[in-house]
């Protein structure tokens, strides 16, 4: 059996941050109502220079730097995302260009939304065993305050841009990751309008539909990875999972019966940040020392499309 382990880390978040009491000055919300609802006390949004392309090239150039790998070693690069700079060039073919990658690395985009980077995790390790590379550097990036409705205060509150890389490394006898993905084709529940529409490209969220999704997929997504790897959820030292909602957190921590101790998040300094949400966490646990060699993580997330994914990471 062949798999991939996780070599290092690297995140970046941008400089501004916006407070919950920085809403209430600006729309009818308070700190209260956010907190209670959502875990959230605050994001951090893109000013000036910073981009999308930006975040990916400070969270990668660190995650480089700690894996002590020269960007010529890395045979794919995928960035998961859906608020990229533009629709093309993809950022991964800008990062091959800016970090120096060889030009037969394969770069490219790819949108599962808040699934998306355990979808490039997975995508990642299939690549590298196909093509026979030896490394590939993963990250989940958003620029969510560019597809914001200021006027809707029921999906800004919950937002926040920022990046997240991770460098994996292909083995004959490393894990397998145990992917589990699916997905529910709706346009109702979760949607950003596309280049097509005619429409401003604001996200569109039926909250309490989401939520009861979240609630049904994260736990099942958990125990199905878990049962893959053969293993049970106790012997997981680690658990990522996409950071949406505290509640949605605290629902799958109860219904799992795990650790809390081993499922501190962030979402009360970074918000919701979509395919971002879990490197950005993987890099605080494990710049944290709260995750460390040898260890295992399990990794989910769900999201917009409908989509869910979830898998076991092994920390090198
Ligand atoms: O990344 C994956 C995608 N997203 C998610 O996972 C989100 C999942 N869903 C959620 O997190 C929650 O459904 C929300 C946080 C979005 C909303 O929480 P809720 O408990 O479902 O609230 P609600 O939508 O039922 O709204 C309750 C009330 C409403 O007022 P009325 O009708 O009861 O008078 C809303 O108008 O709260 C009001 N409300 C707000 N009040 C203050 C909605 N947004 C706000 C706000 N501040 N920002």
């Known amino acids: 059996m062949s798999g991939i382990k996780l070599l290092a880390t690297g995140s970046a978040l941008p400089q501004h941050v916006i407070t919950n009491h920085d809403l209430e000055q600006i729309m009818d919300t308070s700190d209260e109502w956010i907190r209670t609802r959502t875990g959230i006390g605050a994001r951090h949004h893109c000013r000036g220079e910073e981009c999308h392309t930006s975040l990916c090239l400070d969270a990668a150039r660190k995650a480089l730097e700690r894996g002590g790998i020269d960007p010529q070693q890395i045979g794919v690069c995928l960035v998961a995302t859906l608020t990229q700079d533009h ?5 991964a073919c800008v990062l091959q260009k800016e970090l120096g990658f060889q030009e037969d690395t394969i770069c490219f985009d790819l949108n599962a939304a808040c699934s998306g ?4 995790l997975h995508t990642a390790e299939c690549l ?8 590939a550097l993963v990250l989940g990036a958003e620029v969510l305050s560019r597809v914001m409705d200021l006027t809707d205060r029921s999906t800004c509150v919950l937002f926040g841009d920022g990046a997240g890389a991770a460098i994996l490394e292909w083995g004959e006898d490393y894990p397998s990751l145990c992917a589990v993905m699916g997905s529910r084709g709706n346009r109702q529940v979760l949607m950003i309008p596309g280049v097509n529409t005619g429409d401003p ?13 979240a609630v049904e997929v994260l736990p099942r997504c958990a125990k199905e990875v878990a049962a893959k790897a053969g293993i049970s959820l106790d012997e997981v030292d680690r658990f990522a999972f996409h950071q949406a909602n505290q509640r949605i957190l605290d629902h799958a ?3 799992l019966k795990l650790d809390p101790a081993k499922c501190t998040g962030n979402i009360a300094h970074t918000g ?3 395919a971002a949400s879990v490197p950005i966490l993987l ?8 995750l460390r060699s040898g260890q295992k993580v ?3 997330g769900f999201g917009g499309g409908l989509t869910w994914a979830g898998a076991l990471l092994q920390l090198a």
């Open 87 to 91: 629709l093309t060039p993809a950022t």
């Open 117 to 120: 980077f355990v979808y490039a």
């Open 128 to 135: 590298l065993a196909a093509a026979k590379r030896k490394y």
């Open 201 to 213: 490209s604001y996200i569109h969220m039926d909250g309490k539909e989401v939520f009861r999704f």
């Open 253 to 255: 921590i109860k219904k």
């Open 272 to 274: 919701n940040t979509s």
């Open 283 to 290: 890099d605080q646990l494990v710049s944290s020392g709260q």
């Open 298 to 300: 399990l990794c989910a």
